[in-house]
């Protein structure tokens, strides 16, 4: 089926990670059958073979203990047929425990384990789901019914998940939901397992960080459309499954597609340190906000001895910089909150459970894990800085720093997900932003114009690809994949440039070790071959989460889309009262800028618009226009009637996608 991702004009893109779910699985494979392991790709991983524990089997005992059932091949369907989710395209992970020569074999071997599926008991009252999307659902026995930790990224998946625990325990009501955190795939599922009316009715209960409501629909909002576009790299959406293709994201196999949802929590965690108890089952709260999510907690469950370490703590290092784009992640403060969670936690606990991956079991396992994931953090940062005070620019840094062999050696500190060489260059830009000091870096020609005259210099593109051809050949796979940007940047359509620089890049994907690394190598390479993937926008937008946008962020993101040119010499008001709200926003265009203030009226506004919010969000889903609206009397518009359509007329459509490894509009012949 073709891939389906969402016009960014609207507010289609206001999710990220919604966009990506509700996309239809990509048809578009490689039409350039992926090149084979080069000799030098082959060498450097089976060295890495010889340097980590691939004897140690203890991640495959943890991550099978418990094992209660499962779906064949972790399928899920949704209502209509369409395939949700499914492990089926990563049978070939399962063929051989040992890695084909185009996968790294620590990225092979956290593929094997991610592909451990189904309904496992981790403890009395308490099982997981793993495997079934890219994060897990916990569930625990309750005095009464069940309490849900996490239902997933879709209602498809976590509908699913619960119902297969129904297969293999008695069948309760759901009493509670607990969101972790503010990421989509931690709450997008929860109209899958319990009914918005029983939450209203105060039946069932949904607990949350403080902090939630906000982020979990603002994160992604004003740079959606970028974000959305660079999130197809960083999960491999159009590299199909196989050797030479996509494997694992680190983190987990792969997104689910289907309807992301939201429910507002009812109840919301206020305090650093907290405790609640929901049908029987006491729970000691440890808010972490501005980990690894901007509002997040970590769970201790003290009548199972289990903590709950949410994502901040899981089998791989972790993002401080996520490659999609986001704020960054500050490394030392999660230290701190993990060394906090150990010294309040770990000696009371018997398991150690994430929503994502598989539990650590034993006191001194537990300890020894979150003392070196504590310490992960903050020798990234620490030494980051130290580097950075002596002078060092972000590529020195990523380049010289590397782990110690007590925490390099640990298959829960390697880089499948974040890796040390990304996650320093974000120390360095939270310190210090993107200037590195060298004032010829302060403004540098535009790349193409670079790439041009760079080309030049080196005796033109024939030249350029001559030494290349022979740097390939010794396996100086990054320099060749820089330098052929250069040509190809300068010369988009030289068949022979792209061709060498997806070589380049898909042998570097061949080497990667963090999945979203190969990801992004692998998808890079296939754009360069055979172009944009030929994809169809439609709306897709999970509705709940357009709900939840507040007016203020809404209006700033009309903000974003102007088209100063379309603007200029402008000047216009518009008065909104949204009447379900009871608020009043001004909007005002002048001096090319798109500005608002809530909760005022401009005294003679050219237009006057009242509406309820509701019709806004109709309106935003593309499902009616403002002209069907005001003709079903839901919307009035006083004064100017072309006020609003000339405004429109400003604002920019974001393209669902753009290139990234070749200049905009550029396409191979």
Known sequence: MPHHPPPAGTLATLALLAALATAAEPALAQRVDPRPAEPATVAANRQLQQSLPFADQTDFADARRGFVGTLPNAEVRSADGRIAYSLAGHAFVDADPLAPDSVNPSLWRQAQLNQIHGL???????????????????????????????PLLTAETAKAALE???????RQPVRAVIYSHS?????????????????????VAVLAPRGFMEHAVSEN???GAAMSRRAHYQFGVFVPPGERGQVDTGLGRMLSRGNVTLIAPTDVVEKAIDTRTIDGIRIEIQLT??????????????????????????????????????????GLGWAKYIEQMRRLYAPRSEILVAQHHWPTFGAARIDNLLRKQ???YQYIHDQTVRLMNQGLKPREIAERLKLPDSLANEWFARGYYGTVSHNAKAVYQKYLGWYDANPANLNPLPQAESAQRTVRYMGGAA?????????????????????????VWAEPNNTAARQLAADALEQLGYQAESGVWRNAYLSGAGELRQGLPKATGTSTTSPDVVRAIPLDLFFDYLGVR??????????????WTFSDLNQKVLLRLENSVLGHVMGEHAPQADAHITLAKATLDEISLQRKTFAQAVAAGEATIVGNAQALGQLMAMLDTFPGMFEIVTPLGSEPR
């Open 183 to 203: 990421h989509a795939d931690h709450f997008g599922g929860v109209r899958g397992v319990i009914d918005e009316a029983d939450v209203k009715a105060g039946r």
């Open 164 to 170: 297969l625990y129904f297969q293999h325990r008695p």
């Open 120 to 150: 496992f008991k981790v403890t009395e009252r308490m099982y997981q789901v793993r495997s079934l999307d890219i994060s897990n659902m916990t569930i625990i026995e309750g005095d009464s019914g069940l309490i849900l930790i996490d």
């Open 562 to 575: 102007l088209n100063p040119e379309k603007a200029a010499g402008r000047t216009l008001t518009v008065n």
């Open 374 to 376: 504590r310490d992960l």
């Open 221 to 223: 909002v004003i740079a």
């Open 289 to 330: 906000p501005g980990t690894e999510a901007p509002s997040e907690m970590n769970l201790y469950f003290p009548q199972l001895k289990v903590l709950n370490a949410a994502e901040n703590v899981t089998h791989t290092l972790h993002n401080l910089y996520t490659l999609r784009g986001a704020e960054i992640r500050d």
């Open 463 to 487: 030249a350029v690809l001559s030494r290349a051809r022979e740097d390939f050949g010794r396996g100086d796979y990054r320099w060749v994949a820089e330098v052929m940007m250069q040509v």
